[in-house]
């Protein structure tokens, strides 16, 4: 069964930056496997944020990034502000329609 | 606009059956994939079902594979979750989410979610 990693966990100092990232509890994430992230701020519906690993979806502040480091899918923040105190989710695209999503990670802005 | 309306949630026994449904407007529905997607209290997304823009190919998640089953009816513009053999850890949040038409694998939109919950 595919697993799909994040730190359950972080924070940052408002106007720092932050790395978020997204592994496969086996192999290597690649570009192959279309990442993409979603912001969840409590209580609130999903918002996509970037998708194709770094593509920005519409609206979306340039101070969110997705890139590939190393073996696994990354998001930054940079620059980060209070309402960017949220649940991250990363999701991988398997085959055939079939989407798996992280475990999520609460980032708190403090 | 693109609105997603999901609808149909309540307080089910286990054991019990419900339908979700999920209102779409503001695009061609016809046009894209749809997904539903859950969320239980306190813990992450979990992905559920994806189904293809014209209905045809459906693909489920093994934690709900054979007791839930997605569909949708294009002439109304609506996509359903049909629930079965519900149980206790099916409570959740269900949101349905729309699949891009680009090809690049990601869920673009998403409803504001229908709460079910499962219990005696």
């Known amino acids: 069964q595919t697993v799909v990693t994040q730190e359950p966990s972080f924070s940052v100092s408002p106007g720092g930056t932050v790395t978020l990232t997204c592994g496969l509890s086996s192999g290597s994430v690649s570009t192959s496997y279309y990442p993409s992230w979603y912001q969840q701020p409590p209580g609130q519906a999903p918002r996509t944020l970037i998708y194709n690993t770094n593509t920005r979806s519409s609206g979306v502040p340039d101070r969110f990034s997705g890139s590939i480091l190393g073996n696994k899918a990354a998001l930054t923040i940079t620059g980060a502000q209070a309402d960017d105190e949220s649940d991250y989710y990363c999701?991988?695209?398997?085959?055939?329609?079939?989407?798996?999503f992280g475990g999520g990670t609460k980032l708190t802005v403090l | 606009e693109v609105q997603l309306v999901e609808s149909g949630g309540g307080l089910v026994q286990p054991g019990g059956s419900l339908r979700l449904s999920c209102a779409a407007s503001g695009f061609t529905f016809s046009g894209h994939g749809m997904s539903w997607v859950r969320q239980a209290p306190g813990k992450g997304l979990e992905w559920l079902s994806v189904?293809?823009?014209?209905?045809?190919?459906?693909h489920h998640a093994d934690s709900v594979k054979g007791r839930f089953t997605i569909s949708r009816d294009n002439s109304k513009n609506t996509l359903y979750l049909q629930m079965n053999s519900l149980r206790a850890e099916d409570t959740a949040v269900y949101y349905c989410?729309?699949?891009?038409?680009?090809?690049?694998?990601?869920?673009?939109?998403w409803g504001q979610g229908t709460v079910v919950t499962v219990s005696s």
């Open positions: 999701v991988l695209y398997m085959s055939s329609g079939i989407s798996v």
């Open positions: 989410a729309r699949r891009d038409r680009s090809g690049q694998h990601y869920f673009d939109d």
């Open positions: 189904i293809s823009d014209s209905g045809s190919n459906t």
